[in-house]
């Protein structure tokens, strides 16, 4: 029952998302990328509810920070995603998660990560620093080679929500290196079309997307994803599904506020 609880709950954290200590003074000799970005702005603060099956199992808050931050003489956006189980889950297994990214405002690139999970025992306390232009990363056990445009866990969520759609075609995939524990994978997101999806908030038209997952050890197949992005200029996450090796998880958008665009909500 522990290690079903255990299974579950990583999956909870990894749709909570959807995580300051050491600056660095050394700025970068050469430029990033730029990215227009107009999906969010500072302020804005999304709330989340996670289920799995008819229970209540976790919350999760994603909220970019009201001022802009300087990071390696780079203009920042400072975001924190935080998770933690609710009701019974619990009462025999206690998580609190915080992560914490600040992203270049123009490139949309991760400069600075931390990662602070408490998940019944097991504790992971993680700072890294990302030099884009180099590509490496760096946490307090080692410095890793990265690929072009490495993105944190977090970062990744806000980078998506700027990717232009304008021309893409169902079946169209798109690809994010992430950076995990010392390691990088390759995040793949194939668009599946859009949709209207009704939730308790009311209907919302959405553009519909399916992760590709590791399947077989917590996922029952590949594509065991489901993601529906609010189909407007802010790209708001409405609803995130998964089918498990054992049950199903939903997490569904509550609360939000200071948005950069109204929601794509029917009235």
Partial sequence: ???????????????????????????????????????????EQ???????????????????SPTLKTVMGKTCY?????GRSVGAFDWFFKVRDRYESYIDKDAMLPLYFVRDVREGGYKVNQK??????????TSEKKAIKTPKHVQDL?????????????????????????????ETFPMMIKYVG????????????CVKFKPYVMEGRVFKEQEGMTLWISDDKSRV????????????IKMDLQEYTGVAHPLALIK
Avoid: W
């Fill in 1 to 43: 029952m522990e290690y079903r609880s255990l299974r579950t709950m990583k999956i909870i954290k990894t749709l909570s998302v959807l995580i300051l200590v050491f600056f660095v003074s050394d700025s970068y000799s050469q430029e990033l990328r730029k990215i227009n970005q107009e999906a969010f702005f500072p302020g």
């Fill in 46 to 64: 999304l709330k989340y509810r996670v289920h799995y099956g008819f229970m209540d199992a976790g919350e999760a808050t994603l909220t970019v």
């Fill in 78 to 82: 400072q975001v924190v995603g935080e």
């Fill in 128 to 137: 890294v620093k990302f030099d884009q232009v180099n590509c490496i990363a």
């Fill in 154 to 182: 977090l970062s990744a969520f806000y980078f998506a929500r700027t990717i232009d759609l304008s021309n893409a075609a169902v079946g169209d995939t798109f690809l994010i290196h992430t950076y995990l524990d010392d």
């Fill in 194 to 205: 859009k949709v209207v999806l009704t939730t308790d908030k009311g209907k919302f038209r």
């Fill in 237 to 248: 996450p409405i609803r995130a599904e998964a089918s498990l090796m054992v049950g199903a």
